[in-house]
């Protein structure tokens, strides 16, 4: 039978333990809700944004923008990985990190170099392990980031393709399906097919009118195919912060069922030994009057 | 018959203005342009500049670090990646982005990709500035051009 003491002290320290990953769900749970609603406020943009891009992809050739055209040789592949900073969310940093690795490890077998650009710690620690150069790493930015971090990155990912350091760029994020679902996702980002951006836009019901266009067709899409990657980024960077929010929310709420269930078995311990001792006291007692009337 | 332009300035983070207007002017890449109502289907690339609307008399300025201007007979939508009221402008965090960019304009040569970073950032910086000073006097059109 343990020591009374020692069962007390950890029923003690479960219940602590308990009251930290209890206050942690409810923090998770209001970060999340400003998450989501950082979402719903990027979605009239973006929604507008494929909306323009796909009305001005339909009629462009591919050759009229590099980032349009696809390499016929792809030598170096990007990959984008966006993670949280932060740990005790369950599975959900590994899941985007395995994805992102197995992505890595198959392109490396075909012969292909891999770089690797992290966004958030949990992903730059995983791939600093592994054989991949980093090229650059965002680290405590998921906290509190805005639009000009995917600017930032876009800008490095966008010279870098043009400039032919990389042939392919593939983002993984975690994508925000429900409270109860996140799926790690890669997204091939560079280059872009026009189709895929005119597949995104809904297509608006009805004949448009013809557009005027200022300063052209091509122009235009010179200017906003840039920026289509800053969107692209910037969905990432949103959903993967929703779907932290929502994958520690999870953990969390399991870690405290866990920690009633540990309390309640170690009461019972608890409620054991001490019955023990009063027992064992007893026949102490009743043990030792026996001997005296001996 | 549409009489009113119904503006929308979205920017990622939030709906900056959703007004009812009887003109619009912008600085588009090609130069400044005002957009009445029923005007032609038009797609515009904007410069950094100010957006300046119209409605029954009295003029709001809207300070717009690029992007993109869709236009239709009855409907102007501003795509920015940055767009604020005058009296949302930070004018300290301008005022120390100007001194930034000058400071490395006067360090950088003209060829440098940084350099015409540096000007933009300037011209960013100028204009916030310039907004936020005039803020509440209710302008009139101010151009891009002007900050260089």
Known sequence: MPALKDVKNKITAVKKTKQITKAMNMVASAKLRGAQARIERFRPYADKFYE??????????PSVHP??????????VLLVVITSDRGLCGAFNHNIASAALKLAKTKAAEGKTVK????????????????FEIVAAYVNEMSSFDFSLASRIGS????????????EVTMAFGKFVSLARQEATLLPVLPLSPAEAGEVAAEPAGPKAEYLYEPSVEGLLAELLPRFINVQIYRGLLDTSASEHAARMRSMDNATRNCDDLVSSLTLVYNKARQAAITKELMDIVGGSEALKG | MAKTLAVEIVTPDRLVLGQEADSVTMSGVAGEFTVLPLHIPFLSALAIGTVVIRRAGAAKSVFVSGGFADVTADRVL?????????EEIDAERARKARERAEARLAVQHRED???????????RALL???????????LGGVSAGLAR
């Open chain 1, 52 to 61: 323009m891009l796909g009305e001005l992809a339909k009629g462009a050739d």
């Open chain 1, 67 to 76: 980032l349009l055209e696809a390499r016929e040789e792809v030598k170096t």
């Open chain 1, 116 to 131: 690797v650009l992290c966004v958030g710690r949990k992903g730059r620690d995983v791939f600093r392990r592994t054989e």
């Open chain 1, 156 to 167: 490095e990912v966008i010279g870098g393709y043009v400039g032919g350091a990389y042939d």
């Open chain 2, 78 to 86: 501003i795509l920015a990646e940055a767009a604020e009221l005058p």
């Open chain 2, 113 to 123: 990709v940084d350099f015409t970073r540096a000007k933009a950032a300037l011209q």
């Open chain 2, 128 to 138: 916030r500035l310039k907004l936020h000073g005039s803020s509440g006097k209710g």
